[in-house]
């Protein structure tokens, strides 16, 4: 199983990016897809998470209305837009899958067990 993130970069405050992370080796349709981020020096934290058919999503509070996740299940990928970039939002961005289909995933998709870990992509913010 590969979960590989893309997208990342150098970003003025005030920008945009949009991720990506492409799932191999896995039923990608059966999973739960989240997007977490860890800053040098800090703890992990949860971004987003959106359930197996993208029907429901759940955002960071600190981040809802800023950030997006959303998926394409016949591309087997999950993206996050992100907008109004600042510095504190530079971080180490990676995406985990949870095998569930269960369509409620708050308030629980912060902190249950992800299966995959995948490699991140760096965002970095200058402000």
């Known amino acids: 199983v590969q979960l590989q993130a893309s997208g990342g970069g150098l970003v003025q405050a005030g920008g945009s990016l949009r991720l990506s992370c492409a799932a191999s080796g896995l039923a990608f349709s059966y999973y739960i897809m989240a997007w977490f981020r860890q800053a040098p020096g800090k703890e992990r934290e949860f971004v987003a998470a959106?359930?197996?058919?993208?029907?429901?999503?759940h955002h960071a509070d600190s981040l809802k209305g800023r950030f997006t996740i959303s998926r394409d299940n016949a591309k087997d990928t999950v993206y996050l837009q992100m907008n109004s970039l600042e510095h504190e939002d530079t971080a180490f961005y990676y995406c985990?899958?949870?095998?569930?289909?269960?369509?409620?995933?708050?308030?629980?998709?912060?902190?249950?067990?992800?299966?995959?870990w995948g490699w991140g992509t760096q965002v970095t913010v200058s402000s």
């Open positions: 985990a899958a949870a095998r569930t289909r269960a369509d409620r995933i708050a308030p629980m998709a912060p902190t249950m067990f992800y299966d995959y």
């Open positions: 959106i359930n197996w058919s993208g029907t429901t999503t």
